[in-house]
């Protein structure tokens, strides 16, 4: 069965500190991936999704994600993270009808 | 910005009794979809939705769920006789694209009902 896995289940950075987010999935055929966040008391938002072409993509509020089909990856990125990030934030792929979800990372931001 | 509205809440009920949750997606969208993540677990999908028929459901989404659209606005999920292992966050989503419109392709999610079953 496909699957996501995010590894990082909690991350505390200080702000201005670099962010890498794992996210690799369990599907051999073409993907649709989208990482989600989820501010503290509001609703899921999407970051950024890729679907073909250019595998380093870019989203919303400075954040970029790389598809690299080799390993199954789908890593999300920031280079400065902020306090306003403080969030979870989920990975998924699409398949068929539906999005499936890894078990989410919760980013804690200290200023 | 159109948003994903979610009625109630926050909602309790003993189980054994009937919920009916609530969801008005934005207006010019087509497909709907109930998911669900019980707290510590991952956001599981329920339902998809279009055309007034279910297009495809999960092994979650037994007998005791239910889906409709009752009128041009709502999208409700039922649960006949809750159980203890139903609590849970249920978000409602809804995409304006066929999940085969690949490039623009998104899913607008709810705030979610926190459904809790004593």
């Known amino acids: 069965a496909q699957s996501v896995s995010q590894h990082n289940h909690h991350v505390i950075l200080s702000e201005a500190a670099s962010l890498e987010l794992g996210c690799n999935y369990s599907y051999g055929g073409t993907v649709n991936l989208f990482w989600y966040v989820q501010y503290p008391g509001q609703h899921l938002q999407l970051l950024l999704k890729?679907?073909?072409?250019?595998?380093l993509v870019k989203g919303i509020k400075g954040f970029e994600a790389e598809f690299i089909k080799s390993k199954f990856s789908f890593n999300l990125r920031k280079p400065s993270v902020q306090w306003s990030d403080t969030a979870e934030y989920f990975c998924?792929?699409?398949?068929?009808?539906?999005?499936?979800f890894g078990t989410g990372t919760r980013l804690q931001v200290f200023p | 910005e159109p948003e994903v509205t979610q009625t109630p809440s926050h909602q309790v009920t003993q189980m054994g009794q009937e919920v009916i949750l609530r969801c008005v997606p934005i207006?010019?969208?087509?497909?709907f979809y109930w998911y669900r993540q019980i707290l510590g677990q991952k956001v599981e999908f329920l339902v998809s939705?279009?055309?007034?028929?279910?297009?495809?459901k999960s092994e979650i989404f037994d007998d005791q769920f239910s889906v409709e659209r009752p009128d041009g606005s709502n999208f409700t999920l039922k649960i006949r006789s809750t159980k203890l292992e139903d609590s849970a966050m249920y978000f409602c989503?809804?995409?304006?694209?066929?999940?085969?419109?690949?490039?623009?392709?998104?899913?607008?999610f709810g705030p979610g009902t926190r459904l809790t079953v004593t």
């Open positions: 207006s010019n969208h087509l497909y």
């Open positions: 890729y679907f073909s072409g250019d595998p």
């Open positions: 989503a809804s995409s304006s694209l066929k999940p085969g419109d690949r490039v623009s392709y998104e899913q607008y």
């Open positions: 998924a792929v699409k398949r068929a009808d539906k999005l499936i």
């Open positions: 939705f279009y055309n007034n028929e279910i297009s495809e």
